[in-house]
């Protein structure tokens, strides 16, 4: 099993439609939870960071379900430059001598492309 | 503020030639990394440098990578020789010590022939 899986869609949805991207990963130790994006042949960016809470940034929901250990990101409204692939990340926890710092493990993404 | 710099941009070699590639990281960045991007996957951490110590490199094929950050700043990732396999974009990132930000470089795209 992957530790980080994604649907790789790709999605493709009209301006204005609302899109849900959902992730699992395998490894109930991990201490932190991220979405990136990246745009066509440049390198991912942090889109934001996701919370037990629940985390909200302008039309980017995002959620994180640790009993299922589970991911969510929810666009709302979709703007043309959207369309990129967006990447769930996950930290895990450092390893039992300290010496490393949680790495980031990668989904594969998943491609969204958003028409007129 | 300037951003990760990588170079080269673009190379393409032939199978069993070796080939090095550079990185320079945000200014104050303790933190370096070296990613490996296969077509249609995610970033796979290949090594991390907390200054110039090395602090996971258990993802590194170690018969024919290699990396150094000797002044604890800029670094060197090399591949020797290189397979078909391991065509990839290379990403460098960097972070401040601690901090879970990730910042990444433009990469370097490999074509091995």
């Known amino acids: 099993r992957k530790e980080v899986e994604q649907d790789p869609g790709p999605f493709n949805v009209p301006e204005g439609a609302t899109v849900a991207f959902n992730c699992t990963y395998s490894n109930s130790a991990s201490q932190s939870f991220f979405w990136y994006r990246q745009d066509c042949r440049k390198e991912p960016k942090l889109l934001m960071s996701?919370?037990?809470s629940g985390n909200e940034d302008g039309r980017f929901t995002a959620q994180l379900n640790r009993a299922s250990q589970y991911i969510s990101l929810l666009i709302r409204d979709s703007k043309l430059s959207d369309s990129a692939t967006y990447l769930c990340v996950v930290k895990g926890s450092p390893n039992a001598g300290g010496t490393s710092y949680g790495k980031l493990t990668f989904g594969q993404g998943t491609i969204l492309t958003v028409h007129p | 503020e300037a951003g990760v710099a990588q170079s080269p941009r673009y190379k393409i070699i032939e199978k069993r030639q070796s080939v090095a590639f550079w990185c320079n990281p945000i200014s104050g960045h303790a933190t370096l990394y070296w990613y490996q991007q296969i077509l249609g996957q995610g970033p796979k951490l290949l090594i991390q440098f907390q200054n110039n110590g090395v602090v996971d490199d258990s993802q590194l094929p170690k018969d024919r990578f290699s990396a150094e950050r000797l002044k604890g700043v800029d670094s060197t990732l090399k591949i020797q020789p290189a397979k078909l396999e391991d065509s990839a974009v290379y990403l460098c990132a960097s972070s401040l010590l601690f901090q879970e930000t990730q910042y990444f470089g433009p990469g370097t795209r490999l074509l091995v022939l």
């Open positions: 996701v919370y037990s």
